[in-house]
């Protein structure tokens, strides 16, 4: 019964010294709290960091024995985790997470995409072709991917296009449509959750529609003239849908096919590797959005205009994309010339 | 459905194990719930604001016909608040939001750091399907049935929504070590917390909250005698003198 007793008051005695080291987690926490905010490099505070990390993980075993259902504890654990967290990862700044992002981890992701891009390419154009030629060899099938709006206006000889600014102002036309795409191509990509079927089907459905209504506004002689209010955004806007669209098939192709880890793991994996582009796309569509709403429409741009101002934002998006946009240049090594 | 996982445990080199509680369905709904109304309320006073200026007085009626400057300048902002809080306010401030923090959890990786920007643009993105059918249906459900309670946004970028105790904390901390004398740890934490919170108590509660504590620590010893709250605050003082 005695030593029971003593037991208790010792471990009491142990956890109040233990409790009397509370200034000392609180120095580790905010020297921790200054290195992950990048406020501090010095090497003096950093060798001091490294010794924290280890009194805190000793006192956190103390406290795991001594007083595991306390706050203090549980505060204590907290403080060992963010000394963990900057010791190991180092400061965490949002800029040089950005740049890092387009620099580096966009134009990985791209290139990795490449053999998905290839197939969601070929997949997005043999819907166009298919679009083209159901409704060129049934006409009436043009009710399936057309407003009858849409169709009426075709049918009176002009674009529905024509004369769209003077009902809606060009900066609500672009707020719409950017919001669209942006809404459409993250869908192609979250769709590829679906085992990759969700973003087939929105890139053939887009396929579809888009060579149904150029056969059906062929058919009445305006090709010409939907070919010029698509060429100016279409080249981005279409790419981009490719682009999110490959993104979506490696997500699926990750669920169908995982690796050794599982498929949880393998999704993961897909995910993270082909999600940096998603801002990328989300920018760029949003440049096509200003396009189409401020340049597609406006009958004052000629062809030409509208062929150079699409072709340079297509390369421009290649350029930005690859990561070449913002490379800095290697500096040239000095020489002396003797 | 599987029982909860408590913590995600980080392997360390000291040999002790790094851990971290997990936030379940209640504390995420929570933070997001109050995210919602700081991101409605911002996009409101935005448009709000901008229109009286542009109305000159005090009208809220938008302009007919809309005028570009004006969308660009009130609506588009209003809608970009509502829209891109999340991603941008994760980024900015390392996997938290205001309603995150006020719950006191945050957004990390599976070794315990926080996620880089692809890793949250990719977790937000995801709220597309997390969002489906209505109210977030998806993703709530996907919670309650996982280990981790993860919804797609998190199983996507390989994150977690762990617990953490802040600065706040040490106070509480340091007061409860000043008090250990006759009480254990925890004892001495709850007396530290309730003199603290004495103020901010109805009567009720501060004399049953002081009774039930001195009832746990001197049991039969314990004075229990009716008395106003001046004597029950410094009978608790006694107990928590060290």
């Known amino acids: 019964m005695a030593s029971r007793a003593d037991a208790a008051a010792r471990r009491q005695a142990l956890a109040a010294a233990l409790l009397g080291r509370t200034h000392v987690w609180q120095e580790a926490d905010a020297r921790a709290a200054r290195f992950a905010r990048g406020r501090t490099d010095d090497a003096a505070d950093a060798a001091r960091l490294a010794d924290d990390y280890r009194l805190l993980a000793h006192d956190v075993a103390r406290a795991r024995a001594l007083i595991p259902a306390s706050r203090t504890r549980e505060y204590l654990e907290s403080a060992y985790a963010r000394a963990h967290t900057t010791l190991h990862h180092g400061a965490a700044h949002a800029g040089s997470a950005l740049r890092r992002l387009f620099l580096e981890e966009t134009p990985a992701a791209v290139r990795w995409l490449a053999p998905y891009l290839a197939w969601t390419t070929l997949i997005f154009v043999l819907a166009a072709f298919a679009g083209y030629a159901l409704v060129h060899r049934y006409p009436d099938l043009i009710a399936l991917f057309a407003s009858p709006a849409t169709i009426a206006s075709v049918d009176s000889g002009k674009l529905w296009t024509q004369g769209l600014l003077n009902v809606v102002p060009s900066s609500i036309l672009s707020v719409e449509i950017l919001t669209n795409n942006i809404v459409v191509s993250l869908f192609a990509y979250c769709l590829g959750f679906l085992f990759g079927l969700g973003t087939l089907y929105i890139l053939g459905l887009n396929g579809l529609m888009l060579g149904a209504i150029f056969a059906f506004v062929g058919q009445h002689g305006l090709a010409g003239e939907l070919f010029k209010f698509i060429v100016a955004h279409g080249c981005v806007e279409l790419s981009v849908m490719c682009l999110t669209g490959a993104a979506g098939a490696a997500i699926g192709e990750a669920l169908i096919r995982p690796g050794s880890g599982g498929r949880l793991e393998s999704f993961r994996a897909a995910a993270m590797r082909t999600g940096p582009v998603l801002l990328s796309c989300a920018l760029l569509l949003v440049g096509a959005g200003l396009i189409e709403g401020f340049v597609s429409p406006d009958p004052r741009f000629s062809l030409a205009t509208r062929i150079l101002i699409g072709v340079g934002y297509w390369c421009l998006m290649v350029a930005f994309l690859s990561g070449r946009l913002f490379a800095r240049r290697p500096r040239q090594p000095l020489t002396v010339h003797g | ?242």
Not at chain 2, 25 to 38: L, Q
Not at chain 2, 180 to 205: N, Q, S
Not at chain 2, 226 to 237: F, I, Y
């Open chain 2, 1 to 242: 459905m599987s029982a909860p996982l408590a913590e995600l445990t980080v392997d360390s080199v000291t040999g002790i194990d790094v851990s971290l509680p997990l936030a379940g369905p209640g504390a995420r709904s929570f933070a997001f719930i109050i995210d919602w109304h700081i991101r409605l309320v911002l996009g409101l006073a935005w448009y709000a604001v901008g229109t009286l200026i542009w109305n000159g007085g005090f009208s809220l009626r938008p302009p007919l016909p809309a005028e570009q400057a004006w969308i660009g300048t009130v609506i588009m902002p209003s809608l970009a608040i509502y829209f891109l809080y999340h991603p941008v306010v994760e980024v900015a401030m390392h996997g938290r939001t205001p309603g995150k923090r006020r719950v006191g959890i945050r957004i990390v990786t599976r070794s315990g750091a926080t996620p880089g920007a692809g890793a949250q643009l990719v977790r937000n993105a995801f709220r597309l399907i997390d969002s489906l059918p209505v109210f977030y249906g998806v993703g709530l459900t996907l919670m309650v049935w996982t280990r981790e309670s993860l919804r797609c946004g998190d199983m996507a970028a390989g994150t977690l929504l762990v617990y953490e105790r802040n600065a706040t904390e040490t106070g509480l901390v340091q007061n409860a070590a000043q008090r250990v004398g006759r009480l254990d740890t925890v004892g001495a934490e709850i007396a530290a917390d309730l003199l603290e919170r004495w103020p901010g108590l109805v009567p009720e509660a501060r004399i049953r909250l002081a009774r039930q504590l001195l009832q746990r620590y001197l049991g039969a010893d314990a004075d229990l005698r009716d008395g106003d709250e001046l004597q029950w605050r410094s009978r608790l003082e006694r107990l928590a003198r060290p």
